[in-house]
């Protein structure tokens, strides 16, 4: 039994060191995780203005204020975007409408991310702003501000603080579905573990090293959130 141990420690301790002492491989993880951010952050950040215009479009009609033509564009993307894989869509992106143009990986990445996230992110929204009490507009306007003075000034600041959580957990599946990206070879976390585990032949280590990764990075934006959400629960009672 100790025999059996005793090899399994060694074999266990000559794969590490293949798996990321040779060749700097463990940089390779680094560098994906770079990757990974990058593209996480600016897909966010693009999905939280898309998601915002097209939930102040949807909630138009809340209001009374319903513009057709952009409501029913609206209403269609959330529909195509929801109702299809974020992979699919990424690979349409890529090799359909940016075929035949020499552009970043990274950045088409972030904009198939970026497109699928504003979805849901405009859902999220809409919720938010509906969830005012409508005679905080009525209040609004009822002191001589514009509709959208209203809602910049009145509306949209309590929405935002009530969709907080729901932005951070939409924040955690994002990150998580951009593992996707290596389908247009995005050197991204995953396809970094992967290579590793092509040139290795070792599939336990580097997987493990990314799921490890990827744990503690919603860990920490887990924590984030509960630390926001504490704090937004104090102010509610001042």
Partial sequence: MNMIIALSFSTLKENFYNDFIVDN??????????????VTLMASFLGIIIGLLVALVKVSQFHGRKIPVLSQIA?????VI?????????????????????????????????????????????AGIQSVDRGQMEAGRSLGLSYGLTMRKIILPQAVKNTLPALFNEL???????????????????????????????????????????LVIVLLLTRLMNLLERRLARSDHR
């Fill in 172 to 214: 955690i599946t994002l990150l998580k579905e951009t593992a996707v990206a290596g389908y247009i070879a995005v050197a991204d976390l995953t396809r970094a573990g992967d290579l590793i585990r092509a040139r290795t032949f070792d599939p336990l280590l580097p997987l493990l090293a990314v799921a490890l990764i990827y």
């Fill in 82 to 126: 929801r109702g299809t894989p974020a992979v699919v869509q990424l690979l349409i992106i890529y090799y359909v409408i940016f075929a035949s143009v020499a552009i970043d990986k990274v950045l088409v990445a972030a904009l198939a991310f970026g497109l699928n996230s504003g979805a849901y992110v405009a859902e999220i929204f809409r």
């Fill in 25 to 38: 491989r463990w940089k390779w993880l680094v560098d994906g995780l770079g990757v990974t951010l990058k």
């Fill in 75 to 79: 209403d269609a993307y959330v529909l």
